[in-house]
């Protein structure tokens, strides 16, 4: 059998221009061809890279950090935020006029009309500011839901809401888990329903958010764009991602 390969999206598969380098296009399809198992580990929601999907031909991913996740096109496990929870932190939010961001599987919709914060974030992933919708989140299943603060001002969430996780991804924005939801755990699951063993299992990342995930496969390999904690970590630290990292990690590994 040959490995689950376990793939990262922002600054792994795309380069820093949020481009895929025809060289991992070109060592994803050789991989596939090599026996090799194509899945996708991402914090970003299921809407948020349908067009890579397709362009890739991988319909297996873990999104929203482990919230949601599809094996060929079947969910096999969702994960939503508890509701109850979310609204207390909405409203704490709110007093500090902190915005949120919601998601559910199909789209994302902004507590406030506009915020510079919200805009620059998204924009480092090619996506516009959210519209507003009256009680989206809570007449939603909300698997992820974005914070908008300093680091300074997160602190503050770790300790009134323990029952999630806040995890930096952006200068301005955390993202909001449940305790504990991780690509890790999803990671598990997703291994649990594919028949590979933990040993067969290459985790490829290059943010905080990859940390679990590395930890939880059987090798892992970080972009040398990676966070330093993330490198720490890894197996394997291969090239930046826009000196061709991904292809150049695969030919590493005898994967190509």
């Not at 481009?19 to 948020?48: C, D, K, Y």
């Not at 972009?223 to 061709?244: C, L, Q, R």
């Amino acid at each position: 059998m040959g490995k689950l390969l376990l793939l990262d999206i922002d600054g792994t598969l795309l380069n820093t221009k949020k481009e895929l380098p025809v060289s991992a296009f070109e060592a994803l399809q050789q991989a596939r061809a090599n026996g090799h198992e194509l899945a996708i580990a991402t914090g970003r929601a299921p809407f948020m890279f349908t067009d890579l999907r397709d362009e890739l031909d991988i319909q297996t991913f873990i999104s929203f950090n482990g919230q949601y996740i599809v094996r060929d096109k079947k969910v096999i496990h969702t994960e939503a935020l508890n509701p109850e929870m979310l609204e207390k932190v909405f409203h704490f939010a709110e007093r500090r006029d902190h915005p949120l961001v919601f998601m559910n599987g199909k789209k994302m919709i902004s507590s406030i009309d506009y915020h510079p914060d919200i805009d620059e974030s998204l924009k480092s992933l090619k996506f516009p500011h959210p519209d507003t919708e009256v009680d989206f989140h809570l007449d939603n299943d909300i698997y992820q839901s974005l914070v908008f603060c300093t680091k300074e001002e997160e602190a503050q969430y770790h300790e009134n809401f323990r029952d999630f996780d806040f995890v930096r991804w952006h200068r301005v924005s955390c993202d909001i888990l449940p305790k504990g939801g991780s690509k890790a755990s999803g990671i598990e699951r997703l291994i649990a329903s594919t028949g590979h063993a933990v040993e067969e299992t290459i985790a490829f990342g290059d943010g905080l958010n990859d940390l679990q995930m590395m930890q939880a496969a059987g090798y892992s390999v970080a972009m040398e764009n990676g966070h330093p904690e993330t490198k720490k970590v890894a197996s394997y630290v291969t090239s930046h991602v826009d000196d061709d990292g991904l292809a150049k990690a695969f030919a590493h590994l005898g994967i190509i």
